[in-house]
């Protein structure tokens, strides 16, 4: 995953680049969820292990919390979404 050739490899996949040369290359344009990014305001992906689970933990929380009728759907998953902001957040201060 560290070489382009490798990343490139796991995107034909349907997996996302995880390097911006990857994103850019012409064969992972031709790719069906290349053109993605052209069709979202913004992305902001979280492969960016180590933190990971950080910003992911909340947003399972609040899928289980949806899934298992513990909360409203909508409740749980925007409090899944502010929770997990707030992690992102945490996490671009701890590993810029």
Do not use: C, H
């Not at 490798?6 to 969820?33: E, H, M, R």
């Not at 513990?70 to 701890?94: F, H, T, Y």
């Amino acid at each position: 995953m560290t070489q382009p050739a490798q990343n490139l490899t796991w995107t034909s996949t349907g997996s996302l680049p995880t390097q911006a040369a990857v994103a850019k290359n012409p064969t992972f344009a031709k790719a069906p969820i290349g053109g993605i990014f052209d069709r979202l305001n913004s992305v902001y992906a979280t492969s960016g292990y180590p933190w990971v689970g950080q910003v992911m933990g909340p947003f399972d929380q609040a899928w289980e919390a949806a899934y298992l009728g513990k909360k409203p759907v909508a409740q749980a998953l925007n409090d899944g979404v502010k929770e997990s902001n707030k992690q992102i957040e945490q996490a671009r201060k701890n590993f810029q």
